[in-house]
């Protein structure tokens, strides 16, 4: 008899340090997920600064390039090609 309530003593003893271990675990993993969820809408915010900034970029870009500096020339012989083309289809479209 002795034997039995050593083993549901022992029992009893793992039975409450694997519920300890969930409580902890499961706070953790409540943590871990708001830090997760935090940090995605940061890398949103950061991923969306970066589209602004290239937007700026290429913005600048043209408008240097329009410009006609010597260092783009050859670019915005390109980009004034490109749209002339672009309006000739626009209005090749348009007559058809």
Do not use: P
């Not at 902890?24 to 830090?35: C, K, P, S």
């Amino acid at each position: 008899m002795q034997d039995i309530s050593k083993i549901t003593d022992s029992l009893e003893d793992k039975i409450k340090n694997l519920l300890e271990r969930y409580d902890f675990l499961r706070v953790e993993n409540d943590f871990l997920r708001n830090q997760m969820l935090q940090l995605q809408t940061e890398l949103n915010a950061q991923n969306q600064l970066i589209k602004e900034n290239e937007t700026q970029i290429l913005s600048l870009r043209v408008a240097k390039t329009i410009q006609g500096s010597d260092d783009y020339s050859k670019e915005t012989t390109q980009k004034i090609n490109t749209l002339v083309k672009e309006i000739d289809w626009c209005i090749n479209q348009l007559s058809e």
